[in-house]
């Protein structure tokens, strides 16, 4: 897996010259991020040797280098799911791709259902720690020393001063930030109503079905997270007609301004 890593890591930065810190994961409908980007390259993952490849509708699939913020970042413009049928480590394999290249920033972005009363369709969710689900992790097998230790930390797997920049950015410019915590699962079936109200219970403020092996392996990799939910449906209050895909990009669309806005005032405190 070593070699295989560094392999690709030597690819990337041979073809784009990266010297950056930060890279970004941008969830369903939050691909247009790029945007604001000054876009130097852009990989597809198809061309990118040991990459998995996406399916989903929603996620392009492309590897976006540029700046942001005047910063170096690295953005994945599509993500990949345990649901698609790709193994943990296929998923997460970009993570220490970013790892090898000298990232030490991830930036993780997801649409998400809102199961905390107080929060509303709309509204974006800064990741204060997370649950995991998934009924795996991305650890399990041998332990890779060079990557990271055999029992991993994640007392503190959303960096608590990256939270502190946000908030603060957040008090400061009117922008409506609430905080929580992620619950990651497999999907791709969206939760029952007793399963949004047991997540509440348990302590959940958000779910979704990514970002928790994205971030496991970060951690073990001691790699700085920050993560960011769009809240794209309202869990604890299913309309009749049920949840659809389609609503859960319009709305993270909407929504991204914010995510943009939070997204650089962290990489901007980024020395
Ligand atoms: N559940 C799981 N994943 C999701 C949801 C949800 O309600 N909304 C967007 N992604």
Not at 112 to 126: K, W
Not at 192 to 200: D, I, K, M, Q, W
């Amino acid at each position: 897996m070593l070699q295989k890593i560094e392999a690709t890591a030597n690819f990337i930065k041979e073809k784009t010259n990266f010297r950056g810190k930060t890279a970004i994961i941008l969830g369903s409908g939050l691909g247009n991020f790029t945007e604001k980007m000054d876009i130097k390259h852009s990989l597809s993952y198809k061309d990118i040797p040991n990459f998995p490849v996406s399916t989903i509708e929603g996620h392009a699939g492309k590897l976006i280098i540029g700046t942001f913020k005047g910063q170096e970042v690295v953005a994945m413009q599509g993500r990949f799911h345990y649901y698609e049928g790709y193994t943990m480590e296929e998923l997460t394999f970009p993570i220490r791709v970013f790892k090898m290249m000298g990232i030490d920033y991830l930036l993780v972005s997801n649409a998400a259902g809102g199961i905390n009363y107080s929060f509303e369709v709309g509204d974006i969710m800064m990741i204060t720690d997370h649950i995991n689900m998934f009924g795996t992790n991305p650890l399990i097998g041998k332990n890779e020393e060079k990557l990271g230790p055999r029992f991993t930390n994640m007392s503190n797997a959303y960096d608590a001063q990256l939270c502190e920049v946000a908030r603060k950015f957040a008090r400061s410019n009117n922008i409506r930030l609430q905080e929580g915590v992620y619950v990651g699962l497999t999907g791709p079936s969206f939760e029952t109503n007793a399963e949004y109200r047991y997540l509440n219970t348990i302590g959940g403020d958000s779910v979704g079905m990514s970002t928790v092996p994205e971030v496991i392996v970060a951690n073990h990799m001691s790699m700085h997270v920050f993560g960011i939910s769009v809240i794209t449906n309202n869990g604890l209050e299913v309309p009749e007609e049920g949840n659809n895909h389609n609503e859960v990009l319009d709305v993270a669309g909407i929504a991204a301004p914010k995510l943009e806005a939070i997204f650089g005032a962290v990489i901007e405190n980024i020395d």
